[in-house]
């Protein structure tokens, strides 16, 4: 069975850093591609980066040079460093799990999804 379980979430300040963990079980993690996206209140699921199984990455123009994404095969986990938070980083954000190599962030692309973990950034 499937699952994606992400942690790390919570309330930081403008500017502060947050770190995220995905967590991934029931299928064999290094052959796939992990994705983040995040969806804000009122708004369409937005994608933010990906991690493909060459560790290639790609980055919306939002988060670039403020978000980094890695990934540890041997713990079966994906990470996303956000620094330099903005209160327009707020909204649960979802790591999500395709197979194959692949390079696109967006959301109709991935096939599994973990439950998402609340970021609010206050100003």
């Known amino acids: 069975q499937v699952q994606l379980v992400e942690s790390g979430g919570g309330l930081v300040q403008a500017g502060g850093s947050l770190r995220l963990s995905c967590a991934a079980s029931g299928f064999d993690f290094r052959k796939y591609t992990i994705a983040w996206f995040r969806q804000a209140p009122g708004k369409e699921r937005e994608g933010v980066s990906c991690?493909?199984?060459?560790?290639?990455?790609v980055y919306a123009d939002s988060v670039k040079d403020r978000f980094a994404t890695s990934r540890d095969n041997d713990k079966n986990t994906a990470y996303l460093q956000m620094n330099s938070l903005k209160p327009e980083d707020t909204a649960v954000y979802y790591c999500?799990?395709?197979?194959?190599?692949?390079?696109?962030?967006?959301?109709?692309?991935?096939?599994?999804w973990g439950q998402g973990t609340q970021v609010t950034v206050s100003s």
């Open positions: 991690i493909s199984t060459d560790v290639k990455t």
């Open positions: 999500a799990a395709a197979p194959g190599p692949r390079i696109t962030i967006a959301p109709m692309s991935y096939a599994y």
